[in-house]
């Protein structure tokens, strides 16, 4: 082999070692996760108001995802059933409430969270919240596939959250019913319209309350273009989210919780929250931080 062809395989070999870590990178198949996202995000779902039919399916959906990618029920079943009352409507809400069992420190628990639940139809309109919060609960079947070739130290709940726009409904009763005691729930990720910004930017709320997050954060390099930011946590003159999603019921009870988010857009609440406004490299980036995240936190802390 001549001295040229030896460099030129080298080159060769070591370009390929690469571009597979950076394939390695991916912890999912982004593919699969923005079809989740159309999917749930689509008329069909009827914008996935609790209790309604489009509720019901989107529950059901998200129920086979789970089984299918080797996710335990938490108790008996997926379901946690509740009931409330909201402005004198008795409305019948249902969690979702999935299991990946440690592997070093099974009782031990990181509740991974999103809410499922948006606006249903109004006057005919149907509003399909595909940032808010199809994009949350759709990431969560990225995180049950990274965990089936990523077994974590942690056992991890996977919860897809009800009512949580009818206020943090769904969370709230899974705090006063736990399941798996709350002094073994070591951290709250919460993610809440995750998949489109303007500024590239994406945020995370909780950091000033626990020293070690804040490390964490401050030294974490985001996936691609992403600007991973802390903030909007009462530490200055930005809105406080503290309380702002399913994370606040968490936070009541002082168990420390990271929260994702993008600001506020045109789109927010309104019926134009659709799929096709979403921003799939920014979406599928900030997926990947996420679990990034997570895997740092599995395997340092707690």
């Not at 209790?51 to 997926?78: A, M």
């Not at 789109?267 to 895997?295: L, R, W």
Request: charge should be negative.
């Amino acid at each position: 082999m001549t001295l040229k062809i030896f460099f030129y395989c080298l080159f060769s070999f070591t370009l390929l070692h690469i571009v597979n870590a950076q394939n390695d990178s991916l912890a999912f198949n982004e593919n699969q996760l923005l079809k989740h996202l159309k999917t749930v995000s689509s008329d069909a779902f009827e914008g996935r108001r609790t209790e309604t039919k489009g509720g019901i399916k989107t529950r059901k959906y998200i129920i086979n995802q789970f089984h299918s990618l080797g996710v335990l029920p938490l108790s008996k079943g997926y379901e946690q059933s509740f009931s409330f009352v909201e402005e004198k409507k008795t409305y019948k809400a249902i969690n979702v409430l999935g299991l990946i069992k440690g592997t070093e420190k099974p009782d031990s628990y990181i509740v991974i969270s999103a809410h499922y639940d948006h606006e249903g139809v109004k006057n005919g309109i149907i509003y399909n919240g595909a940032d808010d919060n199809a994009s949350g609960a759709c990431a969560l079947f990225s995180f049950a596939e990274y965990f089936k070739e990523n077994p974590p130290k942690h056992s991890v709940i996977l919860a897809a959250f009800d009512a949580e726009e009818l206020g943090l409904r769904g969370s709230k009763y899974y705090i006063q019913n736990p399941i798996v005691p709350l002094n073994k729930i070591k951290l709250n990720l919460n993610m809440d319209m995750i998949s489109r910004s303007d500024d590239k930017e994406l945020y995370v709320v909780g950091t000033r309350y626990n020293e070690n997050l804040k490390k964490l954060i401050s030294n974490f390099k985001p996936f691609g273009d992403i600007k991973l930011t802390a903030g909007h946590d009462g530490g200055n003159l930005q809105e406080n989210w503290t309380y702002s999603s399913d994370h606040a019921s968490f936070y009541r009870e002082n168990i420390p919780f990271l929260y994702f988010g993008v600001a506020d857009h045109k789109d927010y609440h309104e019926p134009s929250d659709d799929f096709e406004n979403i921003q799939p490299t920014f979406y599928v980036e900030a997926v990947n931080t996420i679990i990034s995240i997570f895997k740092e936190i599995d395997k340092n802390f707690y």
